[in-house]
């Protein structure tokens, strides 16, 4: 694992160094990839036949990596100067000393594999071909093609000799062709050569042929070989510039010596720093460390949290004589700090060593109350003792009286401002209390006293991940696994707190509104892997999983965002639109009440609710509800738009109730229904009150046909007469 202790407390300055270094990083590769593509460009590359030579570029990139070297050491002496703390500033420096010392030894490792005889002898012996043959008489030998080099530049033909051998009868006649083109021809009589050099110049690769022919009677033997060595490149240029690596390397590590030295006391990884603490101290040494990991690692988590106060000893034994204390001190309680003060008045030991074995025994036997009023008497006889403030602390917090027991460990930290338990304690009370800030601030001050402990580490980075500040949690938690890299709670942490959650969430945005629902999806539950309760990802799947059709889903997703955010609006809003789609009224109503409570001012939860109450046949709520939307925005076309629906819906539903009451009134159809409703007489109480002069004031209505309808209505209303309009 990289080691990150470095990085546990930067600074300003840090963050401002370390940008500057990413950007120029990012230029010299940039310039490093548009050196390369020109090199390749005005050369001889391509692609037929297939040659990238590196020979070409091997210096280039050499040299950009060497400018990369030299402005990563001058970045990270600015950085060494900036550090916060001594102990950062020897980290640094002694993984940077670490990094050059292998850079040295790997770079001279290779230079002397280069530079050293037996690499090119192997080489050209691997490489290099000899080739024989016999060639009867009037016949032609053709050999086949090669390359003056290979198609990555790295080995190159320095030069082929073809050899008619003593023992031929006749001579041969070679012909050697370049790309196609005779470059030799010679007559070559026995215990002959020919011997070609000289086409290697440039960076050009070339396909070489030749042909045999016997010009003779009798048979002739030839031989042919091709030698082959490395490119000068790899013998030259690649050293020369590792002795450039070696020297700057080593002026970098003599360069940090005397700053290591110089923090070396500071800090906890350090020789120095072990030999300095006083050993009855050493509780978190590497040994101890090394065991906590490996009794954690079945767990896979941080190690579970010690009792926030300390251990309440065991009863007495009955009948056991107890010895009586020294007038400045109190039978030994974990935790417990200086007891009494100095020169205090002596008090009976007897009486306050009953009142905390009293509480010992009550909180041992679940009696927190009865624990509590011991603690409480023992406080009484001494105010400051650290043992009996401690105790009750722990008592509280068992009670859930989380402000209480903060109060006592306050008490505590007012005595003995470094007492180690107390901080604890209080810290992971403040947790408890989502306190993120006076949490920090408190363990900071434990881990000054208790750097190596983990699960404060852990719960740092906790602490720093509620604040927002994902880097610097991100440090704590890597410093944590550096103490204890087995830790698989700590590593899905600190994966988390690498997760760049905005990128993310904007990306699954793009990948929905392009209409890939299945990658948005992926994308929300990745960061859902690490943030169950990031309400945006929730929302936002919620949102895709309506789109994909899957409302329960989706319904489950928007219950989580609002089990964390009781009061988010989108979530309401959209937890009613999909009850209303699914058929479930009741929910969807709730939910649109809840968002009106939440955002009275926003037309679209009057909306909601008007159009729930129209499902559910409560036409004049829903009318309330849609003209209590356009009280807020007058003209909304939306609101309009669905009152006017309802309004034609009412009205289709009461002229159907009337067409069944009139169907028995010779000439009554719908023409005359609709005049009727329109004319204010839209149920069957405004058509049984009507008089028939009333009734023939109606357009298409005659008086025969009014005093019809007022005759019909004399009578007994029929069985199953169906229920009148609800009232506009």
């Known amino acids: 694992m990289k080691p990150y202790q470095e990085m546990l407390e930067g600074g300003y300055h840090l963050v401002r160094i370390r940008n500057l270094k990413r950007a120029i990083f990012l230029f010299v590769i940039i310039l490093m990839v548009v050196g390369w593509a020109f090199i390749w460009w005005s050369g001889n590359a391509g692609l037929k036949p297939f040659y990238m030579p590196l020979d070409a570029v091997f210096p280039w990139l050499m040299i950009m990596f060497l400018v990369i070297i030299a402005t990563s050491i001058s970045f990270r ?8 703390r001594d102990g950062q500033k020897f980290l640094m420096a002694n993984n940077s000393q670490k990094r050059a010392i292998w850079t040295i030894i790997v770079a001279a490792t290779l ?16 490489l290099s071909q000899t080739k024989t043959g016999r060639v009867a008489s009037g016949d032609t030998v053709i050999i086949s093609d090669f390359s003056n080099q290979d198609f990555l530049g790295l080995s190159k033909v320095e030069w082929f000799k073809i050899t008619n051998v003593p023992s031929s009868n006749a001579y041969l006649r070679v012909r050697v062709f370049m790309d196609g083109s005779r470059v030799a021809e010679q007559n070559l009589q026995p215990d002959k050569f020919l011997q070609t050099t000289g086409y290697n110049e440039g960076d ?19 031989e042919i070989i091709i030698h082959v060595r490395m490119s000068s490149v790899l013998t030259l240029w690649v050293p ?6 070696i020297g700057l390397s080593a002026a970098w590590v003599i360069h940090l010596m005397p700053i290591k030295k110089k923090y070396a006391s500071a800090s906890i990884y350090s020789f120095e720093y072990d030999q300095e603490v006083d050993k009855g101290e050493q509780v978190y040494s590497r040994y101890d460390i090394r065991s906590k990991a490996e009794g954690a690692a079945e767990a896979g988590d941080l190690p579970p949290p010690p009792e926030m106060a300390p251990d309440l000893p065991p009863p007495p034994v009955p009948g056991a004589e107890t010895p009586p204390p020294p007038v400045d001190h109190v039978p030994w309680l974990p935790g417990a700090g200086t007891q009494v003060e100095k020169g205090a008045p002596p008090v009976p030991a007897k009486e306050f060593d ?4 009293d509480g010992s025994q009550c909180f041992t036997n679940g009696d927190l109350e009865g624990a509590l009023k011991n603690f409480d008497s023992a406080l009484a006889l001494e105010p400051a003792n650290i043992t009996a403030m401690l105790a009750r602390g722990a008592v509280l917090v068992k009670l859930a009286r989380e402000r209480e027991a903060l109060d006592a460990f306050n008490k505590v930290l007012a005595v003995e401002s470094q007492n180690e338990k107390a901080l604890h304690s209080k810290s992971r009370l403040l947790i408890d209390l989502q306190q993120w800030g006076d949490a920090a601030r408190t363990l900071d001050a434990y881990l000054q006293l208790k750097p190596a402990d983990v699960e404060a580490l852990g719960w740092k980075g906790d602490v720093l991940m509620a604040q927002g500040r994902r880097n610097d949690a991100a440090l704590a938690y890597e410093t944590a696994l550096n103490l204890q890299p087995d830790n698989a709670g700590l590593k899905t942490k600190l994966e988390r707190a690498r997760l760049d959650v905005a990128s993310i969430l904007s990306r699954a945005m793009v990948s929905t509104a392009s209409g890939n629902y299945d990658g948005a999806l992926a994308l929300y539950e990745e960061i859902l892997r690490y943030e169950p309760s990031n309400t945006r990802a929730l929302a936002g799947k919620a949102g895709v999983l309506r789109r994909l059709g899957r409302r329960e889903e989706a319904i489950a997703a928007l219950d989580a965002v609002l089990s964390i955010e009781q009061n988010n609006p989108s979530a309401l809003l ?7 789609e699914e058929g479930h009224l009741t929910e969807a109503l709730d939910s649109a009440e809840k968002f009106i409570e939440v955002s009275p001012a926003d037309v679209r939860g009057l909306i909601m609710k008007g159009d729930t109450l129209g499902e559910m046949d409560r036409f004049d709520e829903a009318r309330v509800a849609y003209k209590q939307a356009l009280t807020i925005e007058m003209d909304n076309p939306e609101t309009k738009g669905r009152l006017d629906h309802l309004d034609a819906r009412i009205a289709g539903i009461a002229q159907g109730l009337l067409s069944r009451e009139l169907d028995e009134v010779k000439g009554i159809g ?22 028939a002069d009333e009734l023939s004031l109606v357009k298409g209505i005659s008086k025969k046909l009014a005093e019809d309808i007022v005759q019909h209505f004399k009578g007994p209303p029929a069985e199953g007469t169906p229920p009148q309009a609800p009232p506009a």
């Open 77 to 84: 002496d600015l950085e060494i100067k900036y550090a916060k």
């Open 111 to 126: 230079m002397a594999i280069l530079l050293i005889p037996p690499t090119s002898d192997f080489v050209s012996g691997e």
């Open 204 to 222: 050009a690769i070339h396909t070489f042929n030749m042909t045999l022919e016997n010009m003779g009677a009798g048979s002739a033997d030839y």
């Open 240 to 245: 020369v510039i590792l002795v450039f690596f």
């Open 354 to 357: 009953v009142f905390i074995e």
């Open 574 to 580: 959209e937890r009613a639109k999909l009850h209303l």
């Open 670 to 691: 719908p023409a005359k229904i609709r005049a009727l409703y329109e004319a204010g007489l839209k149920t069957v109480d405004d058509l049984r009150k009507a008089t």
